[in-house]
């Protein structure tokens, strides 16, 4: 958002509206009126108020629109996938429209109509707190700017992206009406851009305020009031809402033609705008004749009588437009910290930097901190004592990413070799030598940074220091100069005091009826024959040290001697899973070079011997007992990936009944489908990370497969899960082959202990994400991957010190997938404050929404959603308005003010409410919640950032020419325009969006077809023409997908298609179907939440 910009003169919140002619005005503040009774908000999560069609005397409606279908016409079907999971509900997000407006350039002059005179009226009460004095009110909408800065011409209001909003329903319900508290209809709090605490030092982003506050105006850009009854005087039916209509149950809305235009009070008519015959300019965000000051509301310009005051002389017109967009936005945050700091390399040397955003493409220096791909706080500046943490709520989180990959322009750690001696360590608390230990008496003693313990230099380590008390080496040590770096372990480090052997890849195949029939057994054993050539390997090792392994199951398991000295392979079957035992050892793990004709004549054979399978039930538990036990046995650690299609009936250990249960959602029992059904996974994967044994488990499940359960062992094993819902080669075999490629090549850390010391004054307490823990301290990974993160919490247990700061220093214990025993140490040190300030200035927003998902995904296995939603807004609630309260220059209640580093908290907390974990729609499955809920667990920054808050990018706005990557704009249905192609992505899922008014010559050049209406819907593949075009929009997907670790399955939608409700589901600025609010009615939640608490 433009903070030097001002908000455009339309209807302030929380005030009420002018009658119009014909309509009784519903009570305001106490004042009763005789025929509409007001419309309260539901509930947060409560049912949305009906849609009444009817349409009142007087206002005729326009002829209905190609709408979206009604919900019973939708089929889902299985190869459309969101998640790899779920079909194509009808995710209804707003009225699909024909019409829809270019936003003009920012330059754009505006037509010079005259407005109406100034009118005041005695003030009314306003549904919550005091009556507010004149001089309490500040819903100045010019007082918008913080700089003083008159703004440019902004774009004309009412000609955003977007379709014409549908006929407003004029029975006297609401149904675009928020979902929470007691705000008039449609009406958000006032909101204005505050000056900072006058102690405040700039932020290190984008721009010089502490604060940002608002007075909203109708937010989100150029939008009419979100209120869908009797019209205001002078609007006509234009200009998109900001909320739009969610209904399934009635009729699809209508909406008028273009050309066509309501009439609304006389008033002199705007100058037309060229390039939109028919639509006449709008000063007030909608079209229609000219719209003047609204009673009762403050003047859009300086000067106008305010809030409750005598009417006073009439002032002249401001010169300037004002900005429309007063709601922040995350595009313009991301933008700006991508100019302000993408340039310059990010330097690690000086104590708790806030680094550049997730999204921001930047180098790092290592000056002596680790690198924020590494680690990443919530904040960088804590506070000092517990009390004054407890008193703004803002939790004290790291996420950790240990094995982190690192672009190619930055070096790989060094790896230090200190010999049998090993690594130096503090005697006391054992934190291994850092850049901020203390060199004492002339370098013979050094003290602990993290326990204060004094410690005697070994004599093969010492050195002298220089004047300033640093060691003349320092510079010469990785361990002494850089934040990152890595020791080899000495035999103390290793499991039975013996050095590790490389670990051992087993693949385990189910070869049951479903697993035959989809095709998977041929897909996936024709690729095996490659793939095997491109196992992990060290550095500029020639060949992996990995050795591989096969089984196929299906109610019982068949182990594969695969030794190189034979001339075919033998089969050996187990039938008795019960008691689970590997038939033989020597021929079962082998070298893949050594044995290559056996294992290419083995997976030759396997989908010929099952071809005539009529096996359908499987069992899993036995599969990943038996992979354990061949690890046990060839005494290594390493990694068993399963390919599994079904739930496990077959009569064995870990059977699993069918207990998917729509009925229990949203009742106390909804969180039973999170929790494991059965304790005997729990067992196994403790067994399993005992012998660091990693499980990657990939699904092909046609129903339900009880994803929670099964996902027990990848999960506490430090493993992955992949999900292909439905699975068709023809459909999803570049996705999955892509996902396995993926898997098996990159970098893992097997058989891993980690742990976080911190200094004294603080202590870790909480840990999220892929692993297990049999003590407080030590998180155990059987395997630690590249794109695995471990979160940790962080409270104190003593008073910080201002001065020397906190220190976290995190130490991971593996054995690398050449075999050999390391140790990976990151050292991170934070600033300590005693002001509040300085901890809101110091906050990371990403960092903060990926803990408190990752909180709330927890919560949901031990408490009912409703109580975890509300802790989630409560907490929120808490953080901001501690701000308000102690740091935000005084101002009247009715405005929110935001700090800066936090102004997105809002509308990344609503994504995370709305998610489908949390609030799932009809078309979301049981299965599809466990799976998100596990993935997110052990996200990165970067992945929870854009699974929130999915990228649209619009690709036919830039010259073809123009290679880059285009500017995303917001999620939200009325940035869209019926005569572009958009690309949405969020991680998992790619959508192309085609408007249905896209040019034919776009059409011809993407789809090889003439027309729009021969685009085949639900297309996952681009067809390879030789045009700029193409190339450019097919080399812009092959960008996307190299920077997620996930392949993503690209889903073209058509404007109007069935298919458009899956892709709004991702429009998450807008309401969603399954009650989630909008933006704006959430930071209206939001602002009434932190009135409550300040009063």
Not at 758 to 766: F, K, L, N, P, Q
Request: charged share 15%; aromatic share 8%.
């Amino acid at each position: 958002m433009n903070v030097n910009q001002s908000a455009p003169p339309v209807l302030p919140y929380g005030q009420p509206q002018p009658v119009y002619p014909g309509y009784h005005q519903s009570s305001y503040g106490g004042q009763p009126e005789s025929t509409v009774p007001p419309i309260p908000y539901g509930a947060y999560n409560g049912p949305v108020p009906g849609y009444q069609p009817t349409p009142p005397p007087g206002v005729s409606r326009a002829p209905p629109s190609s709408g979206a279908p009604p919900a019973s016409t939708a089929q889902a079907s299985c190869d459309q996938t969101a998640y790899g999971q779920f079909g194509q509900g009808d995710i209804q997000n707003g009225p699909s429209s024909t019409v829809q407006m270019q936003r003009l350039p920012g330059s754009q002059p505006f037509g010079s109509a005259p407005l109406a005179p100034v009118v005041t009226q005695p003030s009314v009460l306003q549904p919550y707190g005091p009556l507010p004095t004149s001089a309490q009110v500040t819903a100045h909408l010019a007082g918008m700017q913080i700089s003083g800065a008159v703004a440019p011409a902004p774009p004309a209001p009412g000609l955003g992206y977007g379709s014409p909003p549908s006929l407003a329903s004029a029975s006297g319900s609401f149904p675009n009406s928020g979902l929470y508290g007691s705000y008039p209809r449609g009406q958000a709090p006032p909101l204005s851009l505050a000056q900072s605490h006058p102690g405040a030092q700039p932020p290190q982003r984008s721009v010089p305020s502490q604060a940002t506050s608002f007075t909203p105006t109708v937010p989100g850009g150029p939008r009419m009031p979100s209120m869908t009854g009797p019209l205001l005087p002078g609007q006509g039916f234009g200009g998109p809402p900001v909320s739009q209509p969610n209904h399934l149950s009635s009729p699809p809305p209508q909406t008028l033609p273009p050309g066509t235009q309501m009439t609304g009070p006389p008033g002199p008519p705007p100058p037309m705008h060229s390039s939109q015959p028919g639509y006449q300019l709008q000063q007030n965000g909608s079209f229609g004749p000219t719209q003047g000051p609204q009673p009762n509301y403050r003047s859009p310009y300086p000067g106008a009588s305010t809030f409750g005051s005598q009417p006073g002389p009439p002032q002249p017109l401001p010169p300037k437009r004002l900005d429309p967009d007063a709601i922040p936005s995350p595009i313009q945050v991301i933008e700006d910290d991508r100019n302000n700091r993408g340039s310059e390399p990010f330097v690690t040397g000086v104590r708790g930097q806030v680094p550049p955003l997730v999204t921001t493409n930047f180098l790092v220096k290592d000056q002596g901190n680790a690198s924020p791909r590494y680690i990443r706080c919530t904040s960088y500046n804590i506070p000092c004592t517990s009390d004054m943490a407890k008193q703004a709520q803002v939790p004290l989180a790291a996420v950790i990413k240990p094995l982190a990959r690192l672009p190619p322009e930055e070096a790989s750690l060094y790896v230090v070799d200190h010999g049998e001696s090993g690594p130096l360590r503090c005697n006391r608390c054992k934190a291994y030598m850092c850049p901020f230990m203390q060199f004492i008496e002339g370098g013979r003693r050094f003290q602990c940074c993290f326990c204060s313990c004094i410690n005697d230099v070994p004599p093969q380590y010492f050195q002298h220091l220089d004047h300033t008390g640093k060691r003349v080496d320092a510079y010469d040590r990785p361990e002494l100069s850089l934040g990152s770096y890595e020791f080899l372990a000495t035999v103390d480090y290793c499991k039975n005091n013996k050095f590790p052997i490389p670990p051992a890849f087993i693949f385990m195949i189910d070869v049951s009826y479903n697993a035959i029939r989809s095709g998977l057994v041929r897909l996936l054993c024709e690729e095996l024959k490659s793939l095997l050539d491109f196992l992990p390997r060290e550095g500029g090792a020639e060949e992996s040290a990995v050795r591989v392994g096969f089984v196929t199951y299906n109610k019982v398991l068949h182990f594969y001697n695969v030794k190189s000295s034979l001339a075919q392979p033998q089969m050996m079957v187990v039938s008795d899973v019960s008691d689970m035992f590997v038939p033989l050892l020597d021929g079962f793990l082998v070298n893949v070079n050594e044995s290559r004709t056996v294992i290419t004549s083995l997976l030759d054979q396997i989908p010929e011997m099952f071809a005539d399978t009529r096996e359908t039930e499987t069992v899993f538990a036995p599969v990943i007992q038996a992979g354990m036990e061949a690890l046990k046995a060839a005494e290594c650690a390493g990694k068993l990936f399963v390919f599994h299609t079904s739930l496990p009936i077959a009569e064995a250990p870990g059977k699993l009944k069918n207990r998917d249960d729509r009925k229990l959602i949203n009742t106390d029992k909804e969180k039973t489908l999170f929790q494991p059904q059965t304790g005997a996974y729990q067992t196994l994967a403790k067994e399993c990370v005992a012998q660091g044994c990693c499980v990657d488990l990939f699904l092909f499940p046609n129903q339900y497969v009880d994803v929670a359960t099964l996902s027990v062992v990848p999960q506490l094993t430090g493993g992955s899960v992949y999900k292909y819902a439905c699975f068709q080669v023809e459909n999803d075999q570049e996705r999955f082959l892509s996902d396995l490629r993926r898997d098996i090549q990159k970098i893992v850390g097997f058989d891993a202990v980690m742990r976080v010391r911190t200094s004294t004054g603080i202590r870790a307490v909480d840990f999220f994400g892929a692993f297990y823990m049999s003590n407080t301290t030590d998180v155990e990974l059987a395997g630690l991957d590249v794109d695995k993160t471990v979160t940790v919490e962080f409270k104190h247990d003593d008073r910080l010190n201002e001065e020397s700061g906190a220190l976290l220093q995190c130490a991971l214990l593996y054995t690398s997938c050449a075999g050999q025993r390391r140790l990976r140490i990151h050292n991170l040190a934070l600033n300590c404050c005693t002001q509040l300030a300085d901890l809101y200035r110091n906050c990371e927003t990403d960092t903060l929404i990926n803990y408190m998902a990752k909180f709330a995904y927890r919560g949901v296995l031990n408490s009912p959603l409703k109580t975890v939603q509300d802790t989630l807004i409560t907490q929120c609630a808490q953080i901001l308005a501690c701000y308000r309260k102690n740091c935000a220059s005084p101002s009247s209640a009715g405005q929110l003010i935001l700090p800066e580093c936090m102004k997105l908290l809002p509308v990344y907390l609503n994504c995370v409410l709305k998610s489908d974990v949390l609030q799932p729609g009809a078309e979301v499955t049981t299965d599809d919640r466990a799976y998100v809920r596990q993935l997110v667990t052990s996200m990165d920054v970067a992945e929870t950032n854009v699974f929130f808050y999915p990228r649209l990018l619009p690709l036919t706005k830039s010259p073809i020419e123009n290679t880059t990557e285009p500017p995303a704009v917001r999620a939200s249905e009325e940035r869209l325009s019926n005569g572009d192609i958009y690309l949405l992505e969020n991680g998992l899922n790619l959508f192309l969006w085609v408007g249905a008014s896209v040019q034919q010559g776009i059409v011809q050049s993407l789809f090889s077809v003439s027309s729009f209406s021969q685009i085949t819907s639900g297309l996952s593949v681009l067809p390879v023409l030789d045009n700029p075009l193409s190339k450019k929009v097919r080399s812009l997907i092959d960008s996307l997908r190299a920077q997620r670790s996930r392949y993503m399955k690209l889903i073209v939608v058509k404007q109007e298609d069935k298919l458009e409700m899956l892709f709004k589901h991702f429009l998450v600025e807008d309401k969603s179907l399954s009650g989630g609010a909008s933006y704006v009615d959430f930071l209206c939640h939001m602002h009434k939440e932190i009135r409550q608490l300040l009063s």
